[in-house]
């Protein structure tokens, strides 16, 4: 018996490969086709974990695929790693997955292999879930830096824009929000409001973490729609910020 089955487009297949060093038990790399995916559906029914690795390159014959499958089977347990584009062309089909790791290009999946392979874990091998915390902050290089700091502790899921929070959130709820105050389009005051304003979301900390000046980060903390505050400069007090909220709950 497998206990995953990674079905994948061929530009994802080395990526697909580079995941199952970290999975538990026997693996089957399968590429992706609405007839493939049948059969070995049809074959290997007993699979506790599907993992669909898609990329940009399918075109219209293949997102309706993807939705066809979810139609036919909406209880097969399965995790989507898939890229932003994409995602907005089969985000109506959503409900029907388990999980998604949202990447911008195909080095995130490498450098991100190892929280990709925790999610999956989380979701799936029903053991002891880390609290979950979401970095978001459009300055790639910075969520990256604080990602790695907290991951030894910490379910770390990086959000690269207001609209990625959004579409991750939907399908986990965080136990904090790390947040970038200075964003293109809406900043981390309004998402945060935004958050704050929906009874779903209202009670989850959100952090926020910014370069701004002193003087401007005690005007935004004035209007208490953050929790708490930590320079990006002394970033070595974040996990203690975190802390204090999970030592709450």
């Known amino acids: 018996m497998f206990e995953q089955i990674i079905f994948t487009t061929k530009p994802l297949l080395m990526r697909a490969k580079g995941l199952t060093e970290g999975l538990k038990g026997r ?33 219209e014959k293949e997102e309706n695929e993807i939705k066809k499958l979810c139609q036919l089977k909406s209880t097969i347990r399965s995790f989507v790693v898939t890229s932003h584009d994409v995602y907005k062309k089969i985000r109506d089909i959503q409900n029907n997955y388990d999980g998604i790791f949202l990447y911008s290009s195909y080095i995130d999946i490498m450098e991100h292999n190892s929280t990709i392979v925790a999610i999956i874990k989380e979701k799936f091998s029903g053991g002891t879930r880390l609290p979950l915390v979401f970095v978001v902050d459009d300055d790639v290089f910075y969520a990256r830096e604080i990602a790695k700091m907290l991951k030894s502790d910490y379910a770390v899921r990086i959000c690269n824009s207001p609209d990625d929070l959004i579409a991750k959130i939907v399908k986990e709820e965080p136990n904090v929000i790390v947040m970038d105050y200075e964003m293109p389009g809406v ?16 009670k989850i900390p959100v952090i926020l973490t910014s370069g701004i000046n002193y003087e401007m980060a005690e005007e935004i903390m004035k209007s208490r729609i953050f929790d708490d505050y930590v320079s990006k400069r002394q970033l070595r007090e974040l996990k203690t910020k975190i802390e204090k909220f999970l030592n709450r709950e």
């Open 27 to 59: 693996t089957l790399i399968t590429h992706f086709t609405y007839a493939n995916v049948e059969l070995t559906l049809a074959a290997y029914s007993d699979t506790p974990c599907l993992i669909f690795m898609i990329d940009d390159a399918i075109g």
């Open 187 to 202: 900043n981390g005051g309004e998402i945060t409001k935004l958050l704050k304003d929906n009874p779903n979301y209202q």
